[in-house]
């Protein structure tokens, strides 16, 4: 059971603009950071999103992270192939004293 | 550019340690902490911990307090990582991940290509 609430799949066409949602609490997003990450399928997470909204080096703005209250949400615009793969949404957690990730959700593209 | 290149896949036993090295290029050694994360199969994401490449400093999560050491030589520039008394439930993909600091806030942000430790009798 993972701390942070992500659906566990999402889908959309080519072109169409999707959006993943993140459910927390007052001691991680409530009071911190989001940071989101991509995986490919069989590779390593990759930073997508830092600071609820900041883009690193290399991520095309197709990708854009908000945050209110205790939730936040992934959304991706422009939606392409190469966008099939699962996100995680991730935050410090005070309370645990240490850093929480979402269950992960498959993005499939139609 | 930063790499991280860890070591190969591992099997052990029920009740073995594994030590996984998780070996940094491209930046100042000890300017950047590195976190470990796991992955069982099919699952989501779990953090285990922390280390400070600067003095060595840990800071383990809860759940694996007593069971994990993180470790660092700088002469190699390289983090270890040993987790003890191993069950099937420990089988996952092992991940380091070095920090990027804004404004004196980290965060996991380069990723080593993980290795795979396999609990089997």
């Known amino acids: 059971q993972s701390v942070l609430t992500q659906p566990p799949s999402a889908s959309g066409t080519p072109g169409q603009r999707v959006t993943i949602s993140c459910s927390g609490s007052?001691?991680?997003?409530?009071?911190?950071?989001v940071y989101w990450y991509q995986q490919l399928p069989g590779t390593a997470p990759k930073l997508l999103i830092y600071?609820?909204?900041q883009w690193p080096s290399g991520v095309p703005d197709r990708f854009s992270g908000s945050k209110s209250g205790t939730s936040a949400s992934l959304a991706i615009s422009g939606l392409r192939s190469e966008d099939e793969a699962d996100y995680y949404c991730?935050?410090?957690?005070?309370?645990?004293?240490?850093?929480?990730f979402g269950g992960g959700t498959k993005l499939t593209v139609l | 550019q930063v790499q991280l290149v860890q070591s190969g896949a591992e099997v052990k036993k029920p009740g073995a340690s594994v030590k996984v090295s998780c070996k940094a290029s491209?930046?100042?050694?000890?300017?950047?902490?590195i976190n470990w994360v796991r992955q069982a199969p099919g699952q989501g994401l779990e953090w285990m911990g922390w280390?400070?490449?600067?003095?060595?400093?840990?800071h383990y999560a809860q759940k694996l307090q007593g069971r994990v050491t993180m470790t660092t030589d700088t002469s190699t520039s390289t983090v270890y990582m040993d987790l003890r008394s191993l069950t099937s439930d420990d089988t996952a993909v092992y991940y380091c991940?070095?920090?990027?600091?804004?404004?004196?806030?980290?965060?996991?942000?380069?990723w080593g290509q993980g290795t795979l430790v396999t609990v089997s009798s």
């Open positions: 991940a070095r920090e990027t600091c804004t404004n004196d806030l980290c965060y996991p942000e380069h």
């Open positions: 491209g930046y100042t050694f000890r300017d950047y902490g």
């Open positions: 280390v400070s490449t600067y003095n060595g400093a840990t």
């Open positions: 007052s001691s991680n997003i409530g009071s911190n950071y």
């Open positions: 600071r609820n909204n």
């Open positions: 991730a935050a410090w957690d005070d309370s645990l004293s240490g850093w929480v």
